[in-house]
């Protein structure tokens, strides 16, 4: 029987080695990995790194003031965040600020900066086809070669190749010169025969009175004037350019070619929106050798339109075979086509560098905003502010860990060791899965955070607190400390499994239901409370169980915390037996 009560001693002895054993393990994998990453610090948010912050205001098309609701804008503040988030900037907030207000602030750092330009383009995204384009100044665009690589082939190529040779576009035209186009352009915008004129488009071109008032002949004069009057090369009549024009209207735009020349155009109805733009990607293709491109997929309906749109491209002449991709009156591509595109997918491709196609793609994932906006103000946001309050934020931390310890000292004496151990550790835990979490999830430490981590310090002390006075009731009810530590331990973690999950379940709902800084500070209550369940069990409880192994505590020094005389502990529990009561043999 000996035998196999060593061999249970044995092994219970050898439990809180590999418990201990394990979470060290887990702080060196963690800490290599921090330092392997080359993140050795969390990352900061806006109010503690500094940033921009801008003001967008809604401005309401004419006849249209309903538009801005609070539908629409917060529609518009969804696709906003998923511009940032797509360029990969981390911690950004938009949100709404009274009735047509958006606030966007963009922390500094990596891609900050082109962040802020995609923001501030909120114009809606239309896919219009072209009537006709110059460069701003020059002559009228010839007609490019339909395809850099060759003829076209006679099953579609599911591709709108971007012209290689922009230059072309700025030259004239060998088989007409500009007063017999501009004729040509006034003829096709007075019928509305644009390559996407459908039956009832035409009908509506008759010379009936306009929506101006005119005709819609007189409407295509005027426009026809107006683009040569045009010059894009003017920001003040650039910016004016298509300014409460309906994407069921022609339009003006101006757009930059590939050698930085501005270039004018006169275009047609919107066909395709921008919410019919599914998914779209920057791809470096090497195996066709044509560079960077842009992938674009279509929703089901924007894939029959855009096959609708293109089929009627192709059979003109350019540069009335291209569409203009246009993003805030800007025209930020203008690929042509050689034949209809049906399978719900395209791609474009032609003088593309990695950033050039990467914005693009940006643009028509996430372009189509429901309402225009218009930038109201900048402001450039300075850590200086954030840093003073970091700095109060880290003393009141300080002097509350300090007060914990002090507490812990003339309370619990040399139980004290064990939590401050176990303080450390939970420390070394938060700080390096923090650090790691910034490059892989994007999570930056603000404000708020900051005042989590510091609350989670009561919560992990109020675990040990817990532990520690169910041993000292053992210890009061006559047993020795060995026992105790081990009895006290089941009512002790069920006590403290039921408080970390009221306070993980707050921070759960608190993320849930609440945006911008307030989930920082959510995610840090979270996260140190899971972290003061891993401490507890695999590092707070098996330290002490070896503790108790020691002279020091297991004799009840008067400094180790668990005296029984300073405890007022009753004396040892004895059990007697009674004897045994006498047997009645008759009535047996």
């Not at 790194?49 to 609701?69: F, M, Q, W, Y």
């Not at 007409?176 to 040509?184: L, V």
């Not at 510091?454 to 041993?471: K, L, N």
Request: hydrophobic share 40%; with cysteine.
């Amino acid at each position: 029987m000996a035998t196999p009560k060593k061999g249970r001693s044995a092994s219970a002895q050898s439990k809180p080695g590999r418990s201990l054993a394990l979470i060290l393990i887990a702080i060196a994998a963690l800490t290599g990995g921090m330092f392997a990453s080359g993140h050795t610090t969390p990352r900061l948010g806006i109010d503690l790194a500094g940033g921009t912050s801008i003001t967008l205001e809604a401005v309401p098309e004419a006849g249209n003031e309903a538009a801005i609701n609070k539908t629409n804008m917060d529609t518009a503040v969804s696709i906003m965040e998923r511009r940032v988030n797509g360029l990969g900037v981390s911690e950004a907030e938009v949100q709404t600020q009274g009735r047509d207000n958006i606030i966007v602030n963009i922390p500094k750092g990596t891609n900050s900066e082109q962040a802020r330009k995609q923001v501030g383009t909120t114009a809606k995204l239309y896919f219009r086809p072209v009537i006709a384009t110059e460069v701003s100044g020059g002559a009228s665009a010839a007609s490019p070669s339909p395809s850099p690589t060759g003829s076209p082939s006679d099953k579609p190529s599911g591709k709108a190749t971007d012209k290689p040779e922009a230059t072309d576009k700025g030259s004239a035209s060998p088989s007409a010169s500009p007063t017999t186009q501009g004729r040509a352009v006034t003829d096709a915008l007075k019928a509305d025969a644009t390559p996407s004129a459908s039956a009832s488009d035409k009908a509506k071109a008759s010379p009936s009175p306009s929506a101006s008032g005119g005709t819609a002949a007189d409407d295509a004069s005027k426009l026809q004037e107006q683009y040569t009057k045009l010059d894009c090369t003017n920001a003040k009549t650039r910016s004016a350019v298509g300014d409460g024009v309906k994407a069921s209207q022609p339009t003006l735009a101006c757009g930059k070619n590939s050698q930085g020349q501005w270039q004018k155009y006169i275009l047609g109805p919107a066909e395709v929106d921008g919410t019919d733009v599914d998914k779209a990607q920057a791809v470096l293709n090497t195996q066709s050798g044509a560079g960077w491109t842009v992938t674009m997929d279509f929703t089901d309906g924007g894939g029959k339109k855009f096959a609708d749109i293109t089929g009627k491209l192709a059979k003109n002449q350019s540069p009335q075979n291209q569409f203009a991709i246009v993003l805030d009156g800007d025209v930020v591509s203008d690929p042509y086509v050689r034949q209809a595109l049906t399978g719900g997918n395209a791609e474009i491709s032609g003088n593309f560098n990695q950033q050039s196609a990467q914005d693009l793609a940006n643009m028509l994932s996430y372009g189509a905003l429901p309402l225009t906006f218009r930038e109201d103000s900048v402001s450039t946001v300075t850590a200086a502010l954030g840093g003073d309050q970091l700095k109060a934020g880290l003393i009141a931390g300080a002097i509350g860990l300090a007060l914990v310890v002090i507490y812990l000292l003339l309370y619990y004496r040399g139980l004290a060791f064990i939590a401050i151990l176990s303080l450390l550790v939970s420390a070394a835990l938060t700080y390096t899965i923090m650090a790691l979490l910034g490059p892989t999830i994007n999570f930056a430490l603000n404000l708020p955070a900051v005042c989590g981590a510091i609350v989670a310090i009561g919560i992990t002390a109020d675990s040990f607190i817990v532990y520690f006075e169910r041993v000292r009731d053992e210890i009061r009810e006559g047993r020795t400390l060995r026992p105790a530590v081990e009895r006290a331990w089941p009512r002790a973690r069920r006590t403290i499994l039921v408080s970390d999950f009221v306070s993980f379940l707050a921070a759960a709902v608190l993320f849930i239901v609440t945006v911008g800084k307030v989930q920082g500070f959510a995610f840090t209550l979270g996260l140190t409370t899971l972290l003061d369940v891993v401490v507890v069990f695999l590092f707070t409880k098996p330290l002490l169980t070896l503790m108790a192994r020691r002279p020091f505590f297991a004799n009840g020094h008067k400094w180790s915390g668990l005296d029984p005389k300073s405890l007022g502990a009753k004396p040892p529990l004895r059990r007697t037996r009674r004897p045994a009561a006498p047997v009645d043999t008759k009535e047996a």
